[in-house]
């Protein structure tokens, strides 16, 4: 790792695709010791399901669209400028069940997300749709802990 500013215009850098929406890795482990950072499309009708990760903390600011989201107990209609913090231990669900994309700054503390959104996509894309087992076998393997089906 080296002592570089990283500057990523439109359209550059990595991304990978999920549920036929781009997801762009802006900050990886290979960049810090802290955090990932991703700007991800939220396809119409998506949801991760409920769950929860023990160590992991994240962020979401949405920044175009509507999501509804489940964050503990509490439901929040998410539109653009909703801002929320997920420390380790809070069941969550992300969720756009409008029928438009939305658009969403994400973060994950550590760094090292980056590699279970890149499995996801390489599994979904050979596959077509996502084997449930190998779908679990990946969030136990990155932080997650599966509480309600994966949706979408």
């Not at 509804?68 to 809070?90: K, N, S």
Request: hydrophobic share 40%.
């Amino acid at each position: 790792m080296t002592a570089t500013a990283i500057i990523r215009m439109p359209g550059e850098g990595k991304q990978v695709q999920l549920a036929g929406q781009p997801m762009a890795f802006l900050v990886t482990g290979d960049h810090t010791r802290h955090m990932s950072m991703f700007e991800w499309t939220i396809p119409a009708g998506f949801s991760t399901g409920l769950h929860v990760h023990r160590v992991q903390e994240e962020t979401f600011h949405v920044l175009e669209g509507e999501c509804d989201w489940q964050i503990g107990d509490r439901r929040v209609r998410a539109t653009p400028g909703t801002y929320v913090f997920l420390p380790p231990g809070v069941a969550h669900n992300i969720a756009n069940l409008s029928d438009k994309p939305a658009h969403v700054l994400m973060t994950v503390s550590l760094p090292g997300h980056e590699h279970y959104f890149e499995e996801l996509a390489d599994t979904v894309a050979r596959g077509g749709a996502a084997n449930p087992e190998k779908v679990a076998d990946l969030r136990a393997r990155y932080d997650t802990d599966q509480i309600s089906a994966l949706e979408g």
